[in-house]
């Protein structure tokens, strides 16, 4: 629906910020986009370090969904959350208007969006109340228990050319990132 409405992601930075694109080059122009911004946030400045394609399927599911958005992949050191707060404010300084991590790190935080890790993202990416804060998302993937589920039974409507995103009457992990 979005697609042949004309909304392909045309003028939209998604930053999808992860620990696995080993191989990534191999899949331009096609599971990614033909051209994307990379960046290591490692100590070692390694982007591939990790033995995983992870990211590349997140920037898979991204480039899907918004074909014609600018895309920018970033890793950060592992248990270091300093590394992984200059990606953020490195995807938010290059236009990043939604920023996607499927990655967990539950020592970062309270388990309820406090702590100096979320206080120091809302302070990057605004709190969602103002025009120009940042999307934030991840899925829950294997952690599902541990966060909260719901019936989620909004329709997906255009608001001044804008979609609030929903599906039909589905059980839906949300999980609040800040």
């Known amino acids: 629906m979005w697609h042949t409405s004309g909304y392909r992601g045309q003028g939209l930075t998604v930053a999808v910020l992860d620990s696995g694109f080993r191989g990534w080059k191999q899949f331009l122009g096609g599971a990614l986009p033909s ?18 394609q992870h990211g590349i399927l997140c920037g898979e599911v991204v480039h899907a969904l918004a074909p014609d958005a600018k895309l920018l992949l970033a890793n950060w050191e592992p248990d270091d959350p300093e590394s992984f707060l200059h990606a953020v404010r490195w995807a938010r300084e290059r236009g990043a208007r939604v920023i996607t991590t499927s990655v967990i790190s539950p020592s970062w935080g309270d388990g309820e969006g406090g702590g100096p890790v979320h206080a120091a993202l809302r302070g990057i990416l605004g709190d969602g109340q103002k025009l120009g804060d940042v999307l934030c998302f991840a899925c829950a993937g294997n952690t599902a228990q541990r966060t909260w589920t719901g019936t989620f039974t909004q329709t997906l409507t255009p608001t001044n050319g804008t979609f609030t995103i929903s599906v039909p009457r589905t059980q839906a992990a949300i999980v609040h990132f800040y």
């Open 35 to 52: 051209e994307v911004t990379v960046k290591s946030f490692r100590h070692d400045g390694n982007f591939e370090a990790k033995d995983s």
